[in-house]
């Protein structure tokens, strides 16, 4: 019987899902377990396995198609097994009937589009293919079946390789038979045949040339990611009433302490400790005493959060969208470790290998543009969080200080954050008290002991 591929459901919430890509192509040998298809749900991507061994078949949906979840999307068949035809037959000739013969001439062979696919692949010639169903109309099954009983090598003699292995061999035209395969019980990964293309110096399928027509311009739909988060920003700035608070923070002591802490990182091999990773502990330090801060606001209740799950704002190359991974519980965790998370999670989330947990639960987020050398900014409430913290570029810059003999102007390395506040959950007076505690404990870090 066709094992059904369903759209797995992710997240509780999750509605549907939309197809990014598939990994292999229909006709493809898979096993149990194998990455078939990418999909993409509101906030990260996610590899769809094969939920059984045989050929993948039934393909019902293409690239960016937007699927409900448990729909059935395509089929694993077994060797010589039959499963639903999901394609329609070509359209009769008005005026004939299905099973009119012409008057002269031989008998036309009849035979489903995908049947005629599938042979021309195999290097068949449709008419050696019989048919079973009563119509005489040659299937697709059929010829998996006649490819299974009768050409040289059978399935269970096919070089067992892993999609990425074969898309790599059709791509510089190797023969699978040919390598030997590194894998478990030597099946070919993508290693194996790169290697061999290496060695034989092939050459991959000539590109298809660029086209020659006048560029014109792009438009790009609003779907998947960039869909919801449009959706859920518009919502936030529409409901939630934004204020926002500013300071300047003296970064001097931060700085000193973060290139301490960096000299023993590099001893240790541990991750460089970043102006991100020193803010994620200081406002989780904060944010325990702020618990307003640290709240969310859903079903006319207002919920006062006891850890801080902080979210760390991460845009995704090529304009491919803004994701928020999670540092959970960050008041207990140390520098280094926050370090670690960090990193781990921002290199996920660039190559898309983020989970569904790694990007919900989040009480409070940060957004950092400073590296892009920008001073200042507002941000946009990350719902149902109650705030959010821009962070600006630290530079030096001149400041009024009080000296021994009067006011003086030293030179100092500055930095600039912005709170931004649901006022329907807190007042500008406690964003204001959060943020003093802020810049204090930037600025004396060794508050995070006390």
């Not at 311009?217 to 529409?238: C, K, N």
């Not at 325990?288 to 079903?299: G, Q, T």
């Amino acid at each position: 019987m066709a094992t059904p591929i369903i759209m797995p459901k992710f997240e509780m919430t999750q509605e549907n899902a939309t197809v990014v890509n598939w990994l292999i192509q229909e006709g493809d040998m898979v096993e149990q377990g194998d990455p078939i298809l990418e999909v993409e749900t509101d906030k990260v991507v996610m590899e769809v396995e094969a939920p059984a061994s045989g050929v993948l078949a039934g393909v019902k949906v293409q690239k960016g198609d937007v699927v409900p979840v448990t729909a059935v999307i395509a089929y694993v068949l077994a060797p010589g097994e039959s499963g639903p035809e999901t394609t329609p037959s070509p359209p009769e000739a008005a005026g004939q009937p299905a099973s009119a013969t012409p008057p002269n001439g031989p008998t036309p062979v009849r035979a489903t589009p995908m049947a005629l696919r599938r042979a021309a692949e195999a290097g068949l010639e449709i008419k050696q293919v019989p048919a079973a169903d009563t119509a005489h109309r040659i299937t697709r099954a059929d010829v998996e079946k006649y490819l299974t009983h009768t050409t040289a090598i059978t399935a269970d003699e096919r070089p067992r390789a892993t999609p990425a292995a074969r898309r790599v061999a059709r791509e510089y035209k190797l023969d699978l038979a040919q390598i030997q395969g590194s894998g478990p019980q030597g099946r070919i990964q993508e290693a194996d045949t790169l290697t061999v293309a290496k060695q034989t110096q092939a050459q991959p399928a000539a590109p298809i040339p660029p086209p020659t027509a006048p560029e014109a311009t792009q438009v790009v739909p609003l779907e998947g990611m960039r869909r919801t988060i449009a959706q859920r920003l518009q919502q936030s700035y529409q409901t939630a009433p934004h204020i926002t608070l500013t300071v300047a923070v003296d970064m001097t002591a931060a700085e000193t302490l973060r290139q301490e802490l960096n000299l023993e990182a590099e001893k240790q091999g541990q991750p460089r400790l970043s102006v991100t990773a020193i803010l994620v502990k200081v406002c989780a330090h904060a944010l325990k005493r702020h618990p307003w801060v640290n709240a969310s606001l859903r079903d006319e209740a207002i919920y006062l959060h006891p850890t801080a799950n902080i979210g760390v704002a991460t845009a995704l190359p090529e304009g491919k969208g803004l994701i928020v991974p999670v540092i959970r519980q960050a008041e207990q965790l140390g520098l280094g470790e926050i370090a670690r998370q960090l990193k781990d999670l921002t290199e996920r989330a660039r190559a898309g290998g983020l989970t569904p947990g790694d990007v919900t639960g989040g009480t409070f987020t940060i957004t950092n543009l400073g590296m892009f050398g920008i001073d200042h900014f507002t941000a946009i409430i990350n719902p149902p969080e109650s705030a959010i913290l821009t962070v600006g570029q630290t530079a030096k810059r001149a400041v009024v200080r009080e000296g021994e003999v009067g006011d003086e102007v030293v030179i100092r390395p500055m930095m600039t954050m912005s709170l931004v506040l649901d006022h329907r959950v807190l007042d500008g007076a406690v964003g204001a008290q959060f943020l003093q505690d802020v810049v204090k404990t930037l600025e004396r870090p060794g508050l995070l002991l006390w």
